[in-house]
């Protein structure tokens, strides 16, 4: 993976689609809208409404074909020709992280976690916990679209996210800057560590793995090993954004 993907513009911005999104966002005043694009066919009173708000804003409109709304709002999305690009002030590429005198720590890994609601929950609540980073890999998880960003209620546009290809490609990244890597999985039996008495080394991340699927093998190769949320009682597994709940704040209470 080339830094030019690494550094795709899309690490800096929430596309936000369909016009009551679009709507909300132009006139909420904390959020940078940096630009509006609008299908070169939508006429009506929407149209006027979306043209006459981003104006207020100062927001720059640009025209593009249903087409282009289209893929750029992620195709078979209901963009209703019109979409914002919203600046994520704390969103940053994992390598510039990790380029930082002090990179951050302790993270969270998203590794094929494709439910939208399960990655806006992760987001709130990561963030709540004060976690300096959570690692959304572009390809494999869900895209940070209007879902994410409702079910995070907003706190999605001040996430700490930080942007990378893959989880696979995360998980390199950070063994090679040092960081011990783990996975965690509730059915990893007695290879796993319970999360209570892991060691938290000063540059630590946790990888969460998809609804069904669990952390992928080939991320879970590469990690130092299996962590898992002891579970007395008898369920299979926790809902992965309760699983990330448990992590943060038993971060924030080994911090103390
Ligand atoms: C619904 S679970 C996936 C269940 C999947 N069948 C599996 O084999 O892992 C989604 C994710 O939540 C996390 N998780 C859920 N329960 C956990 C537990 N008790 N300990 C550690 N992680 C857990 C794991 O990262 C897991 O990949």
New binding site residues.
């Given amino acids: 993976m080339g830094d030019k993907q690494a550094r795709s513009p899309k690490d800096r911005f929430l596309t936000v689609y369909g016009r009551k999104p679009v709507l909300e966002v132009l006139a909420d005043e904390t959020l940078d809208v940096d630009k509006v694009i609008l299908a070169d066919t939508a006429r009506g009173p929407a149209a006027a409404e979306i043209r006459r708000a981003a104006k207020n804003r100062g927001v720059a409109v640009q025209s593009a074909s249903a087409h282009r709304v289209k893929v750029l709002a992620g195709n078979g999305k209901q963009d209703q020709g019109v979409l914002a690009d919203v600046v994520a002030p704390r969103m940053l590429p994992l390598t510039a992280a990790l380029d930082r005198s002090a990179p951050p720590s302790p993270l969270l890994v998203l590794d094929g976690i494709t439910t939208p609601a399960n990655v806006g929950m992760i987001l709130r609540t990561a963030t709540a916990a004060g976690l300096p980073g959570i690692v959304v890999p572009r390809r494999g998880v869900a895209a940070l679209d209007p879902l994410v960003v409702k079910a995070s209620a907003g706190v999605a546009f001040r996430a700490p996210v930080l942007r990378c290809g893959s989880a696979e490609e995360a998980v390199e990244r950070l063994t090679e800057s040092g960081y011990t890597v783990y996975a ?4 990893a039996g007695a290879e796993a560590t319970p999360l209570f008495d892991v060691d938290v080394p000063s540059r630590v991340a946790f990888v ?8 992928s093998e080939a991320v879970s190769n590469l990690a130092a090993g299996w ?3 002891p ?1 007395p009682g008898d369920v ?5 954004s309760a ?1 990330a709940a448990v992590v943060s704040f038993e971060l924030v209470r080994r911090g103390r």
């Fill in positions: 965690l999985g509730s059915r969460l793995g998809g609804e069904t699927d669990g952390v962590v898992s949320i579970m299979e597994s926790l809902n992965v699983a």
